[in-house]
């Protein structure tokens, strides 16, 4: 069996839908279609969320009045007159009708994931409607009848397979399911998600529940390239990467993968390909188990870092200091992303400011912290980067005039770090794409 998902642009237009239903008919081999909610949409729930939580609930109304309008328009176009458009006007005007009662109850933070799955279970209900127009034999599957976290947000994995393996077996005539990425149940049975971007760990996930052959991610480029496409104009795809290489772009600000999608796949050895819908012929990027040729392959950025340095020459050098200063990150389940020493300071980089606070004042015993917000982290990820001749010095040498505020390298063969301010990224990225890579 094999896991095709498809995400928002792919899905966001009704001629898109019409091109994934093309895709996924291509063949009769078994499969599982994991789609994300049209292009647009979960940022339109966000904003409906945050207006809720402000108390402006006529801006709130009108947000969901435009997008209901939108959903309306999409199905008149996806679907031809008949029962499947009926079905599929029945479908938006309930769930709108859920908005419009989330407008007249208290509004928290439960209620909040309640509004942003909204996105997923519109998208798949109405592709369903539509492949059924079109006699495509299929079922929908609730992904929150098996897709869960635990307390620590994070997925189970044992309990995901027994659920879905139990409904593939009752629906075993079945050679097609589409179901929602992104929405889950939390530890509490509430509606939950897996963060923004999400479907592609939602992919990942089935995949490695259910031993797929292969989990396609189909998006609108043609595989992961070798810098940011958003930044740097002239980038180029990647023909093969390792779960390695891909995981670490993927943590370090690849958008084109979530941050965690990779470990499901490669704990389970599921190859991963990155594929264009757009372009469905064009060869995009696979990534495997095999370890690809050394240096350089690909340069990522992640925005929203919080660079905090804690100076103290007199507790640095003594044992159990940075157990100390850890457990405050622990404590606050706040991960950290680099981390640098020197004789009297010790430099770490977090990417979420929700404790920050709190962890500054219970570093402030240890000695002076110092704490720069903005910062980027751009890292080079390749394969044993230090043995190719001459890499580290073509990547210094590229940095001249850029104000680096923490490297990091021995962590992983794969991977040189570096927290630059937020306004040198664009900088920084433009050269390093020449210095590493001539382009
Ligand atoms: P989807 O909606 O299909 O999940 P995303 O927008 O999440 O698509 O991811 C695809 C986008 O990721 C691309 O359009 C591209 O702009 C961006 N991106 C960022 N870094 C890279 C990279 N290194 N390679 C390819 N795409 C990247
Ligand atoms: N719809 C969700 C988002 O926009 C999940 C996804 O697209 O992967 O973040
Ligand atoms: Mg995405």
């Given amino acids: 069996m094999k896991i095709m ?4 642009t792919s899905v966001g237009k009704p001629e898109r839908m019409h091109q994934v239903k093309d895709l996924i008919t291509r063949d009769n081999d078994p499969k599982i279609v994991v789609l994300s909610a049209l292009s647009g949409t979960t940022n339109t729930l966000v904003s409906i ?9 006529g801006r709130a109304k009108e947000v969901i009045d435009q997008l209901e309008k939108h959903y309306h328009a999409f199905v008149a176009e996806l679907l031809k007159p008949g029962p499947a458009l009926d079905k599929a006007k029945h479908i938006v005007s309930e769930h709108f009708e859920f908005l419009n009662i989330i407008l007249k109850i208290s509004f928290n933070e439960a209620l909040n994931k309640d509004i942003l799955a909204q996105g997923e279970l519109l998208s798949t209900k109405l592709f369903s409607c539509y492949l059924e127009q079109e006699g495509v034999l299929h079922k929908l599957l609730p992904a929150l009848e098996f897709m869960s976290i635990d307390s620590y947000d994070e997925p189970q994995v044992a309990a995901i397979k027994i659920r879905l393996s139990m409904l593939l077996e009752e629906n075993k005539h079945i050679p097609l399911f589409v179901t929602q990425g992104y929405i889950c149940r939390n530890a509490r049975g509430e509606i939950d998600n897996l963060k923004r971007g999400g479907s592609d760990y939602t992919a990942s996930l089935v995949a490695a529940a259910i031993q797929a052959s292969v989990c396609e991610i189909w998006t609108d480029i043609d595989g992961m390239h070798n810098n940011d496409p958003r930044i740097v104009d002239k980038t180029v795809p990647i023909d093969v990467l390792s779960f390695d290489e891909a995981a670490e772009l993927a943590y370090f600000g690849a958008k084109i993968l979530h941050p965690a999608s990779i470990w499901p796949a490669q704990h389970y050895n599921v190859p ?9 012929d064009a060869r995009g990027t696979i990534i495997q188990e095999t370890t690809t040729a050394s240096g350089p392959r690909a340069v990522a950025a992640k925005d929203g870092i919080i660079a905090i340095k804690i100076k103290s020459s007199r507790m640095l050098l003594a044992y159990g200091f940075l157990r100390k200063i850890f457990e405050v990150f622990e404590k606050y389940r706040t991960p950290i992303d680099m981390v640098t020493t020197s004789e009297v300071a010790v430099s770490l980089t977090i990417d979420s400011k929700e404790h920050l606070s709190d962890i500054i004042k219970e570093l402030e015993p240890f000695g002076t912290v110092e704490v720069d917000e903005n910062q980027t982290i751009i890292s080079v990820v390749g ?8 890499t580290l010095t073509r990547l210094f040498d590229a940095l001249t005039g850029v104000p680096v505020r923490m490297v990091s390298f021995g962590g992983s063969p794969h991977n040189v770090s570096l927290v630059v301010p937020a306004e040198h990224k664009k900088k920084t990225l433009q050269l390093l794409n020449k210095g590493l890579f001539g382009l």
């Fill in 272 to 280: 991963v390909k990155l594929l264009n819908t757009m372009q469905p």
């Fill in 383 to 390: 394969n044993e980067l230090a043995e190719e001749s001459g």
């Fill in 49 to 57: 969320g945050e207006a809720c939580a402000q108390g402006e609930k």
């Fill in 5 to 8: 998902k498809f995400g928002g």
